[in-house]
């Protein structure tokens, strides 16, 4: 029976092992959770390996992991086919055997007796094991994890499946380090903005932060339109260490008042939702050149049924006047990409869907269309209601998808505004 070490000192390694993750047909999504549920530990992970299935390359990470840190957790290659060679390696690595293990052998069997499917060779293959590893338990998948010691630190392989690995990661391995970590409590806080660069917002509350002790650090989470503000602090005084935490998000609060969105885990078309449900507003979109992005965002969210009602996507000029009624002249007088059509828009469209609110864009999504006066990336965003509305002009690329991205993001905020402001 192992004895499992018991480490002062924890920081992590990640090796995610597969050829599909180098030539792009998979992206690495088991890193992020892994380093997410080791951040809740405060374990801090220091380096990161993605290698194909290579005998040498799988040594070379194991290698250079261990030189660094003393959790080393694995990812890939513990299936029953010719490419698995993770097991292999572990065992030459610890300078041990395989051997077959009928724990996991009757794993397997329990699984496809319940499917009506018969044992491969191969499957009996997947039953070696490093003699020297503890199985970890899997409940939805039928590769097991691997626990093993060396030289007082932990080396941990699961499976590259992502539910498979989240299960073993969450109900097996979570348990364990948790015995394994020094008394170290951590504690994050997040704050989401919107419209403003990571550069603009660093300028204002950087002044705010230069004592700020060293076991609180923050970073900036930058996304299209958005950037999320990331503080975490670890400390052996978990109350000094919440109140200090907090007396510092505080001062970013005070600072950036409604440029602040939302805190946690949450996102703009959630908290737009919640201040439409908290005045009984009900909400539509006419979208343009959004083509539809807009309306997903805003009812991706559960319980968005309670004030999203309609939307329309009026893509062609022909659309906006017979789905929405617009005035042909309006069009040929200001052009179809303009400030006074896509308040227009807003107005139409909240007598047509019978709606409190609604969220409107209309522009040049690119790469191509512009002209000289109204080039690629030129989009018109309005809110409002039939009685008011505001409008918008926004100056973007020649990224079609990071224009969409930008024009959803800011018309939401367009009409939070506006709300907030009310």
């Keep these: ?203 204002r509350i950087e002044p705010l932060l230069k004592d700020m002790p060293e076991y609180i650090s923050i970073a900036y989470l930058p996304a299209i339109s958005q950037v999320r503000l990331r503080l975490t602090g670890i400390h052996h005084d978990e109350q000094l260490l919440k109140n200090t935490l907090h007396a510092f998000t505080q001062k970013i609060r005070e600072e950036l008042k409604s440029m602040i969105y939302g805190e946690g885990d949450t996102n703009l078309a959630l908290e737009l939702g919640k201040i439409l449900m908290e005045r009984g507003l009900s909400l539509g979109t006419a979208e343009s050149c959004t083509g539809g992005a807009l309306a997903a965002k805003l009812t991706a969210n559960p319980g968005s049924s309670d004030y999203f009602k309609s939307g329309i996507v009026s893509y062609a000029t022909a659309s906006k006047i017979n789905l929405l009624g617009l005035d042909p002249s309006l069009i040929a007088e200001y052009g179809v990409v303009s400030a006074q059509v896509a308040e227009a828009m807003v107005r139409h469209a909240a007598q047509v869907m019978n709606v409190d609110r609604v969220i409107a864009t209309t522009g040049i999504a690119g790469p191509s269309g512009g002209t000289e006066d109204i080039p690629v990336g030129t989009v018109f965003i309005a809110a409002g209601s039939a009685e008011k509305q505001v409008s918008r002009r926004l100056r973007l690329s020649r990224n079609r998808d990071r224009n969409i991205e930008a024009a959803c993001m800011l018309s939401m905020e367009l009409l939070r505004t506006q709300l907030i402001g009310n």
């Design 1 to 203: 029976m192992l004895i499992l070490t018991k480490l002062k000192i924890m920081r992590a390694s990640i090796i995610s092992i597969g050829d599909e993750l180098l030539i792009g047909q998979v992206i690495d999504s088991n890193s992020a959770q892994i380093a997410r549920a080791l951040g809740e530990l405060a374990i801090p992970v220091v380096r990161k390996w993605s290698v194909g299935d290579s005998s040498s390359e799988i040594a070379y990470a194991l290698q250079q992991a261990t030189a660094c840190s003393e959790l080393i957790l694995m990812t890939g290659g513990l299936g029953p086919t010719r490419d698995d060679v993770t097991k292999k390696e572990l065992a030459a690595f610890f300078n041990v055997s395989l051997h077959f293990s009928e724990e996991n052998y009757n794993h397997l069997r329990s699984i496809f007796e319940a499917r009506g499917l018969q044992l491969t060779d191969a499957h009996t293959t997947q039953c070696m094991i490093p003699s020297n590893a503890l199985l970890l338990p899997n409940k939805v998948g039928t590769a097991m994890g691997l626990w093993m010691e060396k030289d007082a630190k932990i080396y941990v392989a699961m499976p590259g499946v992502p539910d498979e690995m989240m299960y073993i990661l969450r109900e097996e391995l979570m348990p364990r380090i948790r015995h394994q970590k020094a008394d170290l409590s951590c504690h994050h806080a997040t704050l989401c903005t919107v419209g403003y660069g990571e550069t603009d917002i660093a300028l």
